[in-house]
C-alpha cells in the first residue's frame, strides 16, 4: 500500500544532496530516509523491516499477505540509492517469474518513485531499469534458474539485492545474489510467504542460519494489535475477515 501520511517534515533537497556529497556514512537510516525525504507512513513491522537492512548484511522476512511486502522492499530499494551518493550504490532485485519482477516490486518502484519530491531521488525509472544520467543504477531481471552468472560483473561500494517472492527463487539465484554482495557494505533483502517448507527461503529463515530473521503474522498487522494508521492504509493491510473465514477453512492452527 503507497501510503503518505509520517508526522515527521520532509526534508528539503538542498539536505538530501548535502548528506550525499558528504564522504561519511549517510547521516539518515533507511526509516528516516523513506518518513522524512521521501514523506511516506511505514508501520512498526516495515520500520523493524529498514532497521534490519541498516544493521545486517542478510535479512530474510517471512510474513503473510497483505502486509505491504513489496511496498516496503521497493521503498528500501529507492532510500538504497537516494541515501548513498551518486554512482556509488546499484540495486538488483529479483523474483521467481519476470511478470513478478515487473508487476509487482517494479510497478512500486515507479509507485514511489513518482510521489517522491522533486530532487529526493536520483535519476529516472523505467519498468524494470533506474538510471542516472546514461549509467545504470538498477535492475529488475528474472535469469535463468541454471544460470550460476546471473549477475556476474555488478561492482559498487554499496549493491543492495532484493528477493522478492523469495520463496519461489530457485537456489542458484540465492548463490548468484551471494556472489554479489561481498563485501562489508553490501545487503541482501530476501522477503516472502513461507508457502513451500523446502524452498531456500525456509533453510534461510530457520533458526542458527546466520541470517536476520523478521516473521511478520496476521497478528502483528495493525487490525489485529490496534496500532494506530492512516485511515486509508488499514483497508490495504489483511483482515480479521479473511483470517476467520481460512480458520475455518484450513483449521486454527493452519
Not at 29 to 50: M, N
Not at 124 to 138: D, F, P, S, Y
Not at 177 to 199: F, H, K, Q
Request: hydrophobic content about 45%; glycine content about 8%.
Amino acid at each position: 500500500p503507497a501510503i503518505s501520511g509520517s508526522s515527521r517534515p520532509l526534508r528539503s533537497p538542498f539536505a538530501v544532496a548535502a548528506d550525499l556529497l558528504s564522504p561519511s556514512p549517510p547521516s539518515l537510516g533507511t526509516e528516516a530516509f523513506i518518513s522524512e525525504v521521501l514523506g511516506e507512513f511505514l508501520w512498526s513491522k516495515q520500520r523493524a523491516i529498514c532497521a534490519a537492512v541498516d544493521a545486517h548484511r542478510r535479512v530474510a522476512v517471512q510474513s503473510c499477505h497483505d502486509i505491504g511486502k513489496s511496498w516496503s522492499a521497493a521503498r528500501v530499494a529507492c532510500a538504497w540509492l537516494g541515501r548513498h551518493p551518486p554512482g556509488e550504490a546499484f540495486v538488483v532485485t529479483s523474483a521467481p517469474t519476470f511478470a513478478q519482477v515487473r508487476g509487482i516490486l517494479w510497478r512500486e518502484i515507479q509507485r514511489a518513485f513518482r510521489r517522491a519530491p522533486p530532487g529526493a531521488l536520483p535519476g529516472r525509472v523505467n519498468q524494470t531499469e533506474w538510471l542516472l544520467g546514461n549509467e545504470l543504477i538498477a535492475f529488475g531481471r528474472k535469469p535463468s534458474d541454471t544460470d550460476p552468472a546471473a549477475f556476474q560483473g555488478i561492482h559498487a561500494m554499496y549493491v543492495l539485492v532484493i528477493l522478492d517472492e523469495a520463496g519461489g527463487v530457485p537456489r542458484s539465484l540465492w548463490d548468484a545474489a551471494s556472489a554479489l554482495t561481498t563485501n562489508e557494505n553490501a545487503r541482501i533483502l530476501a522477503i516472502g510467504n513461507p508457502d513451500d517448507p523446502e524452498s531456500h527461503f525456509a533453510t534461510v529463515c530457520r533458526p542458527g542460519s546466520g541470517w536476520h530473521v523478521i516473521h511478520i503474522g496476521a497478528e502483528d498487522t495493525p487490525a489485529f494489535t490496534g496500532e494506530a494508521v492512516p485511515r486509508e492504509l488499514l483497508p490495504l493491510l489483511i483482515s480479521p475477515t479473511w483470517v476467520a473465514e481460512k480458520a475455518q477453512e484450513w483449521g486454527e492452527t493452519s
